[in-house]
């Protein structure tokens, strides 16, 4: 029966409505804010030790994946946290316009819902139409199971909110006030420097080819502060990387050995009690050498894959600063992150959550790094800039004074995606080509570089500190029809720059020739130092700039072992060309000549002096066989 209007108003009522009993009690903000804090603080523990445990299981999926180290175990409650009490305070808003609403079941149920999501999640085993129905399964149960507890279990989350709480307060402080405390420990047991010690500043520009530095002949001018310093100092016109690749190249930086003797040739999984002495086959690192000389020593790295701790480069370094470098990267960890990086990072420039978040002065939370292998259609991560590198060392270096400090940086800026960060000034020759981006994104490092040493100017250190410039591979940019690197060793991917400065205790503009593997910077720092104890093979390259220099030097040697994580651009010229993906590859170079030998595919040879976008492959000719033949002994390891 529909009642016309008429009907309703022939007959005039006033009903007044008896007064309903208060039976939401339950529904007090207060209940719905200890609900939020039971589920937060619970989900993100939960979460926090499943990312932690399930990273170490899913080790093969590594570069796939956001990694995490231990900071994670507070971070994900103080996430999830924020997270539920946001969702508290909405569905206790939308209850008091429908006061009708069992407010009470409704979040329970949905942060229930929540939670068993990002646990299901965290496994990475479930697709997530899965992980969803399933989680919804669990709500349905929960909310029917919560229907006739609710007294019961809000009493309980009431009582246990602030416990939990404090759970969380107590996790901060003792993982924060952990490693400040063994980080002062360690240096409190430090053994008195050498007075006038100078400190030792090793700056890595992740993905540098040699070529595109203008002091190394560039056309543009990409880099005057690099520049600068090689007027300070000794350039290296012909350095090598030990590999086409982070993780193998910085695992000699730090060691000063060939690949084949750290034996770092692909991500090794971590030890589950974590990395001993026994990583890296054992052998002494740069920064343990040095904290025997009185250094403290720390690494500031943008490379959150292959130079972190979590892979084994961190023996000797006291400090290492990889991870969680602010609330957009800590964020972008959790599993609610990686849900929000997922579903807002891709969205386009002119889009209106872009443009709020640039408004809200978030911009930099766009700012995409390849890292959770979003180029695969995975997520993104937050890049992380050189300014946010800089910061980091420089309030490493002003914090303590009373011992020189090794620092070791990695700048990511030059790597892919190119061009540096948005809204910095595109340099005049940019047209956006990819090379045009390349070099800006180097512009952009270099700048950083610069101010750099500005900062350490300005804490009255830079004077006695030792800078070295290089890289851990070159950029393939089209040659041999490559486009990144890792997937080959030719001279674009291994010739890097390498600069050593510190005005008034070496020579100043000299250039030298030889060509010579930038792992000996560990053996060089060392000698320069005047280290008592010196763990490293092979001669310093400071002889190189002595009054006489050596008759004889080793051939730098670059090793490739078999890897599949190339990508598909590169991967593309499997068959047409000797790559990784079909075999381990070697790479020798004599002041002359480049051989290159592949586990399947044997030797090429090439004139880099004369052909350095190695065009033609000279080994038919009886010259490039006889070369050939006479460095076959640099390449038998
Ligand atoms: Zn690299």
């Known amino acids: 029966m529909v009642l016309s209007s008429g009907d309703v108003h022939s007959v005039p009522t006033v009903v007044t409505k008896p007064a309903r009993p208060e039976v939401r009690n339950s529904a007090s903000l207060s209940s719905l804010l200890s609900i939020s804090i039971w589920f937060g603080i619970v989900a993100g523990f939960g979460e926090g030790f499943g990312l932690l445990l399930f990273q170490r299981i899913n080790w093969r999926q590594w570069a796939r994946v956001m990694h995490v180290s231990k900071e994670i175990l507070w971070i994900s409650p103080l996430v999830d946290l924020c997270f539920f009490l946001l969702i508290g305070l909405l569905v206790a808003a939308i209850a008091s316009l429908f006061r009708r609403m069992p407010a009470v079941r409704v979040l329970a149920s949905l942060l229930a819902f929540l939670t068993a999501y990002d646990w299901l999640m965290l496994t990475g085993h479930f697709y997530r139409t899965a992980a969803l129905l399933f989680a919804l399964g669990v709500a349905v149960a929960f909310s029917r199971w919560f229907q006739k507890h609710e007294a019961s279990a809000l009493s309980v989350w009431r009582k246990s909110a602030l416990w939990l709480t404090a759970a969380l307060a107590l996790t901060i402080i003792a993982i924060q006030g952990g490693k400040a405390i063994s980080e002062s420990r360690a240096v409190s047991n430090l053994p008195r420097a050498m007075p006038g010690s100078p400190n030792v500043l090793v700056i890595v520009v992740d993905t540098l080819r040699a070529d595109h530095l203008s002091s190394y002949g560039y056309s543009r001018q990409t880099t005057p502060n690099i520049d600068n310093l090689a007027h300070r100092g000794v350039l290296f016109e012909n350095a090598i990387a030990p590999s086409s690749w982070s993780l193998p190249s910085h695992a000699s930086l730090v060691t000063g050995e060939p690949v084949h003797s750290h034996g770092m040739g692909n991500v090794e999984p971590m030890p589950w009690l974590g990395w001993s002495k026994s990583g890296l086959n054992g052998l002494p690192t740069m920064g343990e050498a040095l904290q025997k000389q009185g250094y403290r020593t720390g690494a500031f790295s943008a490379n959150r894959i292959y130079f972190t701790s979590n892979v084994g480069l961190g023996r000797g370094l006291i400090h290492f600063e990889d991870y969680f470098d602010g609330v957009g990267d800590s964020f972008v960890r959790t599993q609610f992150g990686r849900e929000f990086a997922r579903l807002y990072m891709n969205r386009s420039p002119k889009s209106k959550f872009t443009r709020a978040f640039r408004a809200l002065g978030l911009g930099s939370w766009l700012d995409k790094d390849s890292e959770g292998s979003g180029d695969y259609g995975g997520i993104y991560g937050i890049r992380k800039r050189a300014d946010e590198v800089n910061r980091e060392t420089l309030r490493w270096v002003a914090r ?14 030059v790597h892919f995606a190119y061009g540096g960060p948005a809204g910095y000034p595109k340099p005049a020759w940019d047209q956006g080509t990819t090379i045009d981006e390349y070099d800006a994104g180097l512009k952009y490092t270099d700048d950083y570089i610069g101010r750099l ?66 792992a000996d910077i560990a053996h060089t720092v060392l000698a320069l130092t005047g280290a008592a104890e010196d763990p490293f093979p092979g001669p310093t390259l400071a002889t190189l700039w002595g009054q006489s220099a050596p008759k004889s030097w080793p051939n730098p040697v670059s090793e490739l072992p078999q890897t599949n994580t190339i990508v598909a651009a590169d991967r593309a010229m499997q068959g047409k ?41 000279l080994i038919n000719t009886p010259a490039g066989r006889s070369a050939d033949s006479a460095l076959a002994s640099d390449l038998s390891h």
């Open 453 to 518: 040493l500005r900062g350490l100017e300005g804490l009255g250190v830079l004077k006695n500190t030792i800078v070295i410039v290089t890289s851990d591979h070159g950029e393939a940019l089209g040659d041999h029809g490559l486009s990144f690197h890792g997937a080959a060793l030719y001279w674009d991917l291994v010739h890097v720059p390498l600069i050593i400065s510190w005005p008034g205790h070496m020579p100043q503009g000299v250039r030298i020739e030889q060509p010579v593997t930038n």
């Open 400 to 413: 303590e004074r009373s011992h020189p400090f090794l620092a070791f940086l990695n700048y990511l800026d």
């Open 577 to 617: 060309i000797p790559l990784a993906t079909d075999g381990w590859m070697i790479s020798v170079v004599s002041p002359q000549w480049q051989v290159i030998r592949h586990e399947k595919y044997g030797d090429q040879i090439y004139g880099w002096k004369m052909d350095p976008g190695e065009s033609l492959n």
